[in-house]
């Protein structure tokens, strides 16, 4: 095929269906029309006037540079015996400009995309040396929200949500407060490397100690809350700052996210550890400085991982490490009975444990009654994860959760007054520990 205009051209072979070819033949006898040397496909009465109504016996036009000593038309891509035609594209100047337009996309996506990262860089680490000095004393009970604001205020940072969202994902230092010496126009490492050098003056003002379990809940601390002496507030102060940020921890979901039942959507997600406080401390700053220390570990401990290692999420591993504190009282123990809360996942069985029922009814005295209890948190009867955690697990629970032990174990249970768990793998081996549990007094 030739073409008399400047531009080139290619030959593309096109193969055509016999309904298609058909479908052409109609539409030339319609017009009047008949393709040059063929009919094939016409049907008698639309054909052009005065063509004989049976098919063309003639060939096919041949294809240039085909091979003019074979019967019938060349293969085309070397097969024999499929009709093809023969149509021509141009490279033209809207097939140019349709190249350059993608070329200038792609320009002005990267210049965007670095403009980006220079500004997301430069609120990290701001362009320029660290000068000046500036002392900042941090009160006891401050969150990393209050220190990020105040190194803001003060030029030590140039964004405080930067430094801020930069310390809840990497996790920052544990600080004493007390006096620290600043520069202004300082990257967030350079900053956390001076918290954790501590404080040049430590803060004189009374401090007293309080420590929260692992394994409480968030009722717990507050009953706890109630009989410390130098407190400013109270356990109820404590449970409205607790109800006025449901959404605490990075892991947590939303509360319109949880299901109906949820008894305390906050549950689980202000670890347990001891705090300082002086007179001035409040219900909202020990409830901010539990969730950042809560935040921090988690990081530590690789959390956002937990999908890979676990396959769930950070909250529903937070869930499982609650589970694990409430049921193994020996460190040796926790890991095993992570594994048979895995494997029982695994196998679409219901956990069956006792602590999530004790969390509903409030009593270490289940009767048969209280186990059928009708409760999202009642996995005796419903399979899967409770909605919350059922309480405050602390750190070696945390590690369990994201390091089962290796172990086929499908039941334990307490089979000494030490609180030795027994681990077995079928419900006969388990019957029998549970005799051993019952003949001891150690459960119903």
């Not at 109609?26 to 016409?42: E, I, K, T, W, Y």
């Not at 220079?118 to 009160?139: H, K, M, N, S, Y």
């Not at 006096?179 to 300082?186: L, P």
């Amino acid at each position: 095929m030739t073409d008399d205009s400047s531009e080139t051209s290619r030959v593309t072979a096109v193969r055509t269906s016999p309904a298609l070819r058909r479908l052409a033949g109609r539409l030339a006898g319609m017009v009047g029309l008949q393709s040059p040397g063929d009919s094939s496909g016409a049907e008698p009465g639309l054909a052009p006037q005065g063509a004989s109504p049976q098919r063309s016996s003639s060939p096919p036009p041949a294809v240039p540079g085909a091979d003019a000593g074979a019967d019938g038309p060349p293969p085309v891509s070397g097969r024999r015996g499929i009709d093809y035609e023969v149509v021509s594209t141009r490279r033209g100047p809207g097939t140019w400009g349709a190249v350059l337009f993608l070329v200038l996309l792609g320009v002005v996506a990267w210049m965007a995309g670095s403009r980006a990262y220079r500004w997301v860089a430069e609120q990290l680490d701001p362009p320029g040396e660290p000068t000046g000095e500036i002392v900042l004393t941090l009160p006891l009970g401050s969150s990393t929200a209050s220190i990020s604001d105040l190194l803001a205020e003060h030029g030590v940072v140039p964004s405080s949500r930067a430094y801020e969202w930069y310390v809840r994902f990497k996790g920052g230092p544990a600080f004493q407060a007390g006096e620290y010496t600043f520069q202004s126009n300082s990257s967030v490492w350079e900053t956390m490397a001076v918290l954790e050098a501590g404080p040049s003056r430590v803060a004189q003002a009374a401090q007293q100690s309080l420590t929260l379990l692992e394994g409480l809940t968030v009722a717990q601390m507050a009953e706890l809350l109630d009989e410390v002496d130098g407190l400013s507030f109270n356990g109820r102060d404590f449970r409205t700052a607790v109800r006025a940020r449901p959404v605490l921890s990075l892991v947590a979901p939303a509360p319109g996210a949880l299901p109906d039942g949820v008894i305390e959507p906050a549950e689980g997600q202000l670890f347990a550890d001891t705090y300082f406080y002086d007179s001035q401390t409040s219900a909202e700053q020990l409830v901010a400085l539990m969730v950042d220390r809560l935040d921090a570990v988690l990081t530590e401990l690789g959390y956002d991982d937990a999908p890979r290692r676990v396959g769930l999420t950070p909250y529903e591993a937070l869930i499982v490490a609650s589970m694990i504190e409430r049921e193994a009282q020996r460190p040796e123990d926790r890991a095993k009975v992570a594994r048979v809360i895995y494997n029982r996942l695994a196998r679409g069985w219901s956990l069956g444990l006792d602590a999530t029922v004790v969390y509903v009814v409030g009593t270490h005295e289940l009767t048969a009654e209280l186990l059928a209890v009708n409760s999202p948190y009642n996995t005796r009867v419903l399979v899967g994860l409770p909605p919350t955690p059922i309480a405050a697990p602390g750190r070696a629970s945390l590690e369990a959760a994201l390091n089962p032990a290796d172990g086929p174990w499908m039941f334990f249970v307490l089979t000494s007054p030490d609180g030795t768990l027994s681990f077995s793998e079928t419900d006969e081996e388990f019957q029998r520990d549970k005799a051993v549990c019952q003949e001891l007094g150690l459960c119903g």
